[in-house]
């Protein structure tokens, strides 16, 4: 099975794959990879017009083009420092405009992170505190909102299932180009990816419609590359180039499908008028405080990512904004640059003024936190704060470090800086200290009883937040244990089911309570065939993540292949009750509502689903 455009075990931010027994391996394309690096070479840059003169009114204001590459750290760029990266176009774009030294994520988690880029709040405000199982609520107003509201036409283009439009980012969106090739047809996991080529064809031809149709509407696109997401298997010839460090491949990879995207716009006659920003979500640990990936942790590994801004004769060449910056900054950033009315009540700033080298008043905290160690393993999440060079980690043994002087975040001060350590809690406790929003899906009272009424009498509560906590692990004593894991995720990925259980077993004898490791076995059970004995596995994980629509559904499938149609059904409804949009439980729904001879009633769920999820192929 290939690496791309398929599901693929992700153990360190998103529940594991579920593969069905039997399912086929696909081959890897190469060709479209081949082409674009050949063509991307100096096409943008070498054949760039200047910047005309902009026509005033509403109609000419710039378009925008929002890249975000998932999981990409700032310093594997040339640009930031990386002498052995192939980066030239990012790097050339940050000669031409503004690159901010140094940008810090919110979340080490790409749902999250990404809620607080288009929102400009913090998860603590947005509520959306890990992948899966939350959605970004409506009545927040996002940049995408803020845009098409001023005109705007508006696509995004996503490359991975955790952006799925039913988490809450497509709103706003006048297309929300979200298809995963190679998803399992029964099985919809947050496993799903594109690679990057072929999400930027999707957004190619959308731009060429757009200039063809509609060529003096402003647009905003969001691209979305989730290529350097673990694990690293870039294209050729990425492949070869790079077989030391496959991490840099995906990266060089990447910048040569923003390559082309550029090229496109300066084909369609659009770039000239084009502002664009390039960052990441998150960062990448590559090893660094035991961690092999991210998402466990809020050291500086996984939180510093690339930002750069360009729009020549519009934006300052060559310019580097030393102050650091928050990704909640970016929306406000890009409505003034557009002039755009701002986002009220936000917690991110305009960097505008860093821009245009004006004083900007004293640069505010930056907050980030991951709550996934508690969501999917059971054990404390992490909150940072970081003012100048101090940063202040809250955690079972909490840490201080001084990141002038100790960048890499060696040495623990915590205990001989109480006084530092009272200014950096006191601010913490203002930004989070009540723990935040939770935005755990359409949890209603109306949900709440569908659910009482299928017996699940607690699963309409959310997670207690407050109140008596029980002493959690600090994740640095286990993160050996969360490696082994994600390791044995991927090995169920690959169907070595052989090596994953004993993993999985020895994990689950001495911290039964993990709910990953729960969630890995249902799956690895699953994948073969042994539907019975994943079910137990799904339900205890259910008894902690009680909002999991997708864990319902699983059982709804296990339940199915055991012939118990009847108890399919309840799952598919639990799931639905969570989550209404979960095209694919209303679609198993009507499978068994036709096994029932209700043809009428299967025919409904099915339109129900189309109208969810049109663009959804139903198999």
Known sequence: MSRKGRPRGRGQETP???????????????????????????????????????????????????????????????????????????????????????????????????????????????????????????????????????????????????????????????????????????IVTLEAERRGDRTALALGEWLARQARDEPQRPFLAWLHLYDPHEPYRPPPPFRQLFAGSPYDGEIAFDDAVLASVLDKLRQTGQLDRTLVAVTSDHGESLGEHGEETHSMFVYEAALKVPLVLWRPGRLPAARVVEEPVRLVDLAPTLLELVGAPALEGVDGRSLVPLIEGRPSGPPPALYAETYLPKYYMNWAPLRALREARYKLIDAPRPELYDLREDPGEQHNLYAEQPGRVAVLRRELERWAGDGGALSLGELDREATEKLAALGYLGAGAAPAEGGHEPARKDPKDVIRVFNRLRRANGAVRDRRFDEALPVLREVLADDPRNAFARLVMGSALMGMSRWREAMPWFRSYLEQVPTSASAHHWLAICHLRSGQPDDAFREAEAALAIDPRFSDARVLKGGVLALRGAHAEAIAELRRAVETDPAKPIL
């Open 16 to 186: 594991p794959a579920a593969p069905v027994a039997g399912s086929p391996r696909r081959t890897r394309a190469v060709g479209i990879a081949l082409a674009l690096a050949a063509a991307a070479v100096g096409a943008f840059f070498a054949s760039r017009r200047p910047p005309a003169a902009a026509p005033a009114g509403p109609a000419q204001r710039p378009n925008v083009l929002l890249v975000t590459i998932d999981t990409a750290r700032a310093d594997r760029y040339g640009s930031y420092g990386h002498a052995a990266a192939r980066t030239r176009h990012i790097d050339r774009l940050a000669a031409e405009g503004v690159r901010f030294e140094t940008a810090l994520s919110s979340a080490p988690i790409t749902l999250p992170s990404h809620a607080s880029i288009f929102t400009g709040l913090y998860p603590t405000r947005h509520g959306v505190r890990n992948n899966g199982n939350f959605y970004v609520p409506e009545r927040l107003p996002t940049l995408t909102t803020r845009l098409r509201d001023q005109g705007y036409a508006t696509a995004a283009f996503v490359s991975s299932f955790v952006l799925d439009r039913r988490y809450g980012l497509a709103r706003g969106f006048d297309t929300y180009d979200d298809r995963m090739e190679g998803a399992t047809p029964q």
